[in-house]
């Protein structure tokens, strides 16, 4: 079994490329008020929730459980829409050495985008699971801010 590995998934939102992108660049914040399964987030570190120095603290409902990690955004590319968060300490440090989230917004049309997550993983041993169950909450978290953007 690998004890490193990425995977991903793609989602088609009706929603322009733009407008998805600048909820997670600019209004990342509005998340925990936009997705159900995100209960809780807090600034740990700075004062700039969009900035490389910030850490946040999360508290999210993975594969049925209540888990909390820190994040940080790594880069951020406004011309191709591409954010590069790093994932640590909580739930995800006693699991994984290494937990990196890149999410890329392509516009497929006027009116729809492709979103694009992909997570890189090391487990701490072979026996932790695949992180599917973040992949899935990933997704679902696209389509309610899809869905949130498509009523604004």
Not at 71 to 85: F, H, N, V
Request: charged letters at 30%; hydrophobic letters at 35%.
């Amino acid at each position: 079994m690998a004890i490193s590995g990425k995977i991903s998934v793609e989602v088609v939102i009706q929603v322009p490329a733009s407008k998805f992108f600048h909820i997670l660049a600019k209004e990342f914040h509005n998340i925990q008020n936009i997705c159900e399964r995100v209960h809780g987030a807090n600034l740990h570190q700075g004062d700039d929730w969009h900035s490389t120095d910030s850490v946040k603290n999360w508290t999210c409902l993975v594969d049925g459980k209540v888990i909390t990690c820190k994040e940080k955004i790594e880069a951020i590319d406004e011309e191709k829409k591409l954010i590069k968060y790093s994932l640590f300490d909580g739930d995800i440090g006693q699991n994984y050495k290494l937990f990196k989230c890149n999410v890329q917004v392509t516009e497929t049309n006027n009116e729809s985008a492709s979103v694009k997550w992909t997570i890189e993983y090391e487990k701490i041993t072979e026996d932790v699971k695949t992180p599917y169950g973040y992949l899935e909450f990933l997704e679902k978290g696209t389509v309610e801010v899809g869905d949130h953007l498509q009523k604004a």
